[in-house]
Each structure stands twice: as structure tokens, then as C-alpha cells.
């Protein structure tokens, strides 16, 4: 273990960017379970990730407000799409999530197919580059995220379906340039999933979890030398883990409430 490896000036842009991104995707997670669309956000996000390597493809760069604009445009694009396939077919839109998330997964592949630098590309677009986010992105992440939960808090029982998506499409665009598209996938579903039985208290449960799970995955990475996004994965399923071990230990048990809990 090196422990000079403990730069607090990596390590907290990098804790912040886990805590905004935790912020949403606890909330938003919650919904995805009571929904039963587990998938969602990986395809979606996959999707967005699609929108980043077609700009860089076109010339337009994988950086800046032309890939912002064009990973949204793409996961926009795929929410509604993921919109009218859940009222045409509700019965079977977990395994058009699959399709979807399939489609986009090897699309990126297929656009990668020439560049000489896809291997490193598509690493970062799964595991991320969380230690090197800059203040700029934690300002426009912080932003985004205010709104998506201002809105979500205030009108979550009016957005409908398609604002659900809407919302989802602008969270999960930001955050899988943020931390990566294993992160967001671990920090949507993970956190709510430990905390499904609770009663009272979940929300803060759950975004106590996603916390935990960042800060022990940021220390164990840069102490034992790791890569940090799939390192932090699995703090926040040790996390998880932990937090029902302690309730079970404790004999707490109450059956979830729908929603936000």
C-alpha cells in the first residue's frame, strides 16, 4: 500500500464527481427499479457514448460543446425512441432495452473500427477517467444535475413517461463523460438496490451508500495502484453489501414504498 499516493488535490475533484453523479442517479435508480427497466441506463448511456465517437468521427472532436451536443442529441434520441417502444410494448421493454444497449455497444465498436486509438477510446468510455475531471466539468455537471433534481422533486408525479426518459437522457449524457459508463451503471442501480426494503430513510440511505462506495474506491485505487472506475464499482457493491449486513444484523426489515422511498 502507498499511502503518499493520497493526493487530496486528485482525489477530491474526483470525489465530487462521484457525489453529483450519485446525487441524480440514486433518485432516478429508484424509479428504474420500480419500473423494472434495470437496463436502461446502460443503453442509454452507450447510446450517448454512440453520440461522442460519431462527432469525434466526423471530425468534430471527442471533447468540448460539439460532443456534448452531440451525445445528447444521440441519447435524446434513444429516450424517446425507448418512449414509444414502452407504450407500444410495455410487456417485452426490458429485452428491447437489451437490443438497444447491443445495437449501441458494437455501433461504437463498428466507429472505433479505424481509429488508431479506439482500444484507449473505449476504455474511457466504459471505465472513464474520473480522476482527471476538471473544475469546468464539475461546474457544468453541478448544473445539469440542479436542474434534473429540481425538476425531478418538485415534478416527478407530472413528467410522465416521456419526462422520465427526457431527464434520464440529460443525467446519464453528462455523467458517462464524467465517470464512465460502468460507474453510472453501479451508482443508478447498486445504492437503491441495497436499500429496497427500507421504509423511511432510504433516499439518504442509498445516497449514503453511493458515498461510501467513492470515497473507499478512491483510496483503495490510489493506495493499491488501480484503475479507479472499476475499482470504485466494487466499493459501492462492498458498500451495499455492508449496509444490508448491518441491517439484517440489526433485525430491521420493512417492505419498500413505491417511488423514492
Do not use: K
Amino acid at each position: 500500500m502507498n499511502w503518499e499516493a493520497l493526493d487530496v488535490s486528485i482525489l477530491w475533484p474526483a470525489l465530487a464527481a462521484g457525489l453529483l453523479v450519485a446525487a441524480t442517479h440514486v433518485p432516478l435508480g429508484m424509479q428504474v427499479l420500480a419500473r423494472g427497466i434495470v437496463f436502461i441506463d446502460i443503453a442509454i448511456a452507450q447510446i450517448a457514448g454512440c453520440g461522442v465517437l460519431l462527432a469525434d468521427r466526423m471530425g468534430l472532436g471527442a471533447e468540448g460543446l460539439e460532443a456534448q451536443a452531440a451525445a445528447l442529441a444521440a441519447a435524446l434520441g434513444g429516450a424517446l425512441l425507448l418512449t414509444w417502444t414502452e407504450r407500444a410494448w410495455p410487456e417485452i421493454q426490458e429485452a428491447v432495452i437489451g437490443v438497444v444497449f447491443v445495437l449501441a455497444a458494437t455501433g461504437g465498436v463498428l466507429l472505433l473500427a479505424s481509429n488508431a486509438h479506439g482500444s484507449e477510446r473505449l476504455r474511457d468510455l466504459l471505465a472513464g477517467q474520473i480522476l482527471w475531471v476538471t473544475r469546468g466539468q464539475l461546474a457544468l455537471a453541478a448544473v445539469v444535475y440542479a436542474a434534473i433534481l429540481v425538476a425531478w422533486f418538485r415534478w416527478s408525479a407530472r413528467l410522465g413517461r416521456a419526462g422520465f426518459y427526457v431527464l434520464f437522457a440529460f443525467a446519464v449524457t453528462v455523467s458517462v463523460q464524467l465517470v464512465g459508463l460502468y460507474l453510472v451503471f453501479a451508482t443508478l442501480i447498486v445504492p437503491p438496490l441495497a436499500t429496497r426494503t427500507m421504509a423511511a430513510g432510504r433516499l439518504a440511505a442509498a445516497w449514503g451508500v453511493a458515498a461510501a462506495g467513492y470515497a473507499a474506491g478512491l483510496v483503495v485505487s490510489a493506495m493499491a495502484d488501480l484503475p479507479t472506475g472499476p475499482a470504485i464499482v466494487w466499493t459501492i457493491v462492498a458498500a451495499a453489501l455492508a449496509f444490508a449486513a448491518v441491517r439484517r444484523s440489526l433485525g430491521v426489515s420493512a417492505p419498500a414504498r413505491a417511488g423514492l422511498g
